[in-house]
């Protein structure tokens, strides 16, 4: 199966799924089923430039609705004003690292840093 996300004025609005005997996902859906549109096709396996079984990443990450696309990649919206933007990964980044103990957090803006979560 292969997904494909519209997208209407560089924001994805949904993402469907077509068969993989379908030649061409776009012109299927824009066309022969009458969406309209621009489609674009997306892959669930990638995430930050990154597949997940060691094949060719497409779009930098797995397109989600609300998600940006820039004509190169899809990408979150800003979650926070301090974080800064990755245009390797497309992904965006805190002005600190997120630790990696086994506790649970969660990003605290005013202090811009980790809270743990109880």
């Known amino acids: 199966m292969s997904h494909y996300a519209e997208v209407k004025d560089g924001v994805v609005t949904r993402v469907l799924v077509v068969d993989d005997s379908v030649e061409d996902g776009q012109t299927f859906l824009a066309e ?5 549109g ?12 990154q ?6 990443p ?3 990450n797995f397109a989600g ?6 004509g190169t990649g899809f990408f979150h919206p800003k979650p926070y004003p301090s974080w ?7 992904l965006w980044e805190p002005p ?16 811009l840093s980790w809270k743990v979560v109880k």
Request: overall charge negative; cysteine-free.
């Open 65 to 70: 609705i609300g998600y940006l696309w820039d």
């Open 96 to 111: 600190t690292p997120m630790p990696t103990d086994d506790k649970q957090y969660v990003w605290n803006e005013p202090t």
């Open 51 to 56: 597949h997940a079984t060691g094949g060719t």
């Open 38 to 49: 621009t489609w674009v096709k997306t892959s669930y396996n990638t995430h930050g430039n």
């Open 84 to 90: 800064t933007f990755n245009n390797s990964t497309y």
């Open 32 to 36: 022969t089923l009458g969406f309209g």
């Open 58 to 60: 497409l779009h930098k």
